[in-house]
């Protein structure tokens, strides 16, 4: 009987000592830079971005009170395979440096390296990008078709909701020996009028909240790319724009006179797609437990003179091709446009503007 008691009081024991909360003490390293950057072989400004990543447990801590903090007084370069470097000067908004066009615009078929040394005396650099060749023959297509998309329902909760509209499909003919890779982005453009006397117009621009496109349908026979679904323009069955305008006190509709279509189609080289396509796996992850992690998308990008210091992101050089296309609600007859670059805020001209898009 003792012994059996003697055991009872073991057990008891045991069982009210595992109830210890376990606090374990998490180190708060600093946190990563994060490099965005583009060149391409367009006469523009380049833009590199540098900011802080946030910690994991970051909850209002006075130490990281903006969401974006971005790097200021670094000394940011790009140089190249010919031995020619590029300085970029930070602009008004902290931590984007820009590049002068006048000075230098990407070359196809150069290598880029990025090299940035950060005001505490830290390193970077990217690996050598090389920027490809962006010269091939396209042909442009048009179906009706259906996508399946967010729609806010008023009270601020999202649904899925299938929406008819107008694919935009790109067929690329393949020159070379080895497999063509692109990346596409888009902007759309809505040309609007309110039909008085005279007409009230206005314009109305549509961010891409798609997944990053790239390409994946090929010929298994030319690698030629094959009716690759560039962009989805969302219509409906009549020309009249979901968003109305108070007008002398009355609400009136805005009629579509025009959707103008913006695609950029950008050459990627092996690198650089690995990198788009593995975000857009993390972008598609749906929850599972086997789920790939951000932590797991590799940049180009790391610290020479620390080998302990994180930094994430990309740096891309990819060449690009601008084209632009206009049609009307009704049809899904693509007009080619030279060129089109409203501003990108919507507005309400007095007259017509001279890129605006007539009959």
């Not at 946190?31 to 910690?55: C, E, F, M, R, W």
């Not at 789920?291 to 994180?310: E, F, H, L, R, Y």
């Amino acid at each position: 009987m003792r012994s059996t008691v003697i055991l009872l009081v073991v057990i008891v024991g045991t069982i009210t000592s595992c109830k210890k909360l376990y606090d374990p003490k998490i180190n708060i390293v600093e946190t990563p830079l994060v490099v965005d950057g583009l060149i391409t072989d367009q006469a523009k400004p380049y833009l590199i971005k540098l900011t802080k990543a946030l910690p994991f447990n970051n909850n209002n801590n006075s130490k990281y009170t903006n969401e974006y903090t971005g790097i200021s007084k670094a000394k940011v370069t790009v140089s190249d395979d010919a031995g020619c470097t590029y300085n970029f000067t930070e602009s008004d908004t902290g931590g984007v440096y820009v590049s002068d066009p006048a000075e230098f615009v990407g070359v196809p078929g150069r290598s880029y390296m990025l090299s940035i040394k950060t005001i505490d005396n830290k390193e970077y650099r990217s690996a050598p990008q090389l920027m490809l060749p962006n010269d091939f023959k396209v042909e442009v297509s048009a179906e009706y078709g259906t996508h399946n998309q967010l729609v806010e329902d008023g009270t601020g909760a999202y649904r899925i909701e299938t929406i008819h509209g107008t694919n935009i499909f790109f067929d690329i003919e393949n020159n070379e020996d080895t497999v063509i890779r692109f990346r596409f982005d888009h902007r759309i453009t809505i040309q609007w009028v309110i039909p008085l006397v005279p007409p009230i117009i206005g314009w109305d621009i549509w961010p891409n909240t798609d997944l990053i496109n790239i390409t994946d349908n090929y010929s298994t026979s030319t690698n030629n790319i094959v009716k690759n679904n560039v962009c989805f323009v969302p219509t409906t069955e009549t020309n009249i724009i979901g968003t109305k305008a108070w007008l002398h006190g009355t609400m009136v509709d805005k009629f579509v006179d025009k959707f103008v279509i913006r695609i950029i189609q950008y050459r990627l080289n092996n690198q650089t797609y690995q990198y788009y396509k593995n975000i857009n796996t993390i972008l598609a992850a749906n929850g599972s437990i086997f789920d790939p992690i951000p932590s797991q998308v590799k940049g180009n990008m790391k610290c020479i003179s620390d080998n302990t210091a994180g930094v994430l992101g990309f740096f891309e050089t990819s060449s690009a091709r601008y084209s632009y296309y206009a049609f009307n609600p009704f049809s899904k007859i693509l007009r080619y446009v030279k060129s089109y670059e409203p501003p990108t805020d919507s507005g309400t001209p007095n007259d017509f503007p001279d890129w605006w898009v007539h009959d």
